[in-house]
T-cell receptor, first 114, second 114 residues
Framework: GAVVSQHPSWVICKSGTSVKIECRSLDFQATTMFWYRQFPKQSLMLMATSNEGSKATYEQGVEKDKFLINHASLTLSTLTVTSAHPEDSSFYIC??????????FGEGSRLTVL | AQSVTQLGSHVSVSEGALVLLRCNYSSSVPPYLFWYVQYPNQGLQLLLKYTSAATLVKGINGFEAEFKKSETSFHLTKPSAHMSDAAEYFCAVSPNQAGTALIFGKGTTLSVSS
């Protein structure tokens, strides 16, 4: 089946620094990717919809200047957490829409901000 | 607006016992419903999906779910639990099949004891 890869799987950073997480569709082109955030023992909350070549659409309450999303190619979307703080520590998961409309999920990236 | 409610945040069964994970949905349009499984520190794996073709949907790993419009339910079942089934399970809803971002329930943790 289709594969979506996230990198890095784990990242630890100091408060105030920025962290970039990549989401790649390895064997298909994805015009649309979604970014989710998951707190421990909780569900996935949609953060934003990333469309190739255009600005991302953010969900209500998500700071677009805090969570920068770039979808520069049909196989890559990036999420940059700017000026990270401990409360940004979370599990971030991306999903990509395949040609048939089915969604494929990445393995997730765990961010810990010290 | 669409939503899903998963009844029971934690379900415990013995190996070989029936697994029943409950999901009720709310939707103003015919919904597309999904069940995903998540293992620790991993992304989501699609178990099965309902797309209006058949009310009883069979998925991977012996799981199945039945769409009951009258009860607005889409419960997940497996006749005989295996230790490897221990994981987090998410029910999700979408207004269409075309890869719109999914709305997830809060998840149910399944524990399987020997």
């Amino acid at each position: 089946g289709a594969v979506v890869s996230q990198h890095p799987s784990w990242v630890i950073c100091k408060s105030g620094t920025s962290v970039k997480i990549e989401c790649r569709s390895l064997d298909f082109q994805a015009t649309t990717m979604f970014w989710y955030r998951q707190f421990p023992k909780q569900s996935l909350m949609l953060m934003a919809t990333s469309n190739e070549g255009s600005k991302a659409t953010y969900e209500q309450g998500v700071e677009k200047d805090k969570f920068l999303i770039n979808h520069a190619s049909l196989t890559l979307s990036t999420l940059t957490v700017t000026s990270a703080h401990p409360e940004d520590s979370s599990f971030y998961i991306c999903s990509a829409r395949g040609g048939t409309g089915e969604l494929f999920f990445g393995e997730g990236s765990r961010l810990t901000v010290l | 607006a669409q939503s899903v409610t998963q009844l029971g945040s934690h379900v415990s069964v013995s190996e070989g016992a029936l697994v029943l994970l409950r999901c009720n949905y709310s939707s103003s349009v015919p919904p597309y419903l999904f069940w995903y499984v998540q293992y620790p520190n991993q992304g989501l794996q699609l178990l099965l999906k309902y797309t209006s073709a058949a009310t009883l949907v069979k998925g991977i790993n012996g799981f199945e779910a039945e769409f009951k419009k009258s009860e607005t339910s889409f419960h997940l079942t497996k006749p005989s639990a295996h230790m490897s089934d221990a994981a987090e399970y998410f029910c999700a809803v979408s207004p269409n099949q075309a890869g719109t971002a999914l709305i997830f329930g809060k998840g149910t943790t399944l524990s399987v004891s020997s």
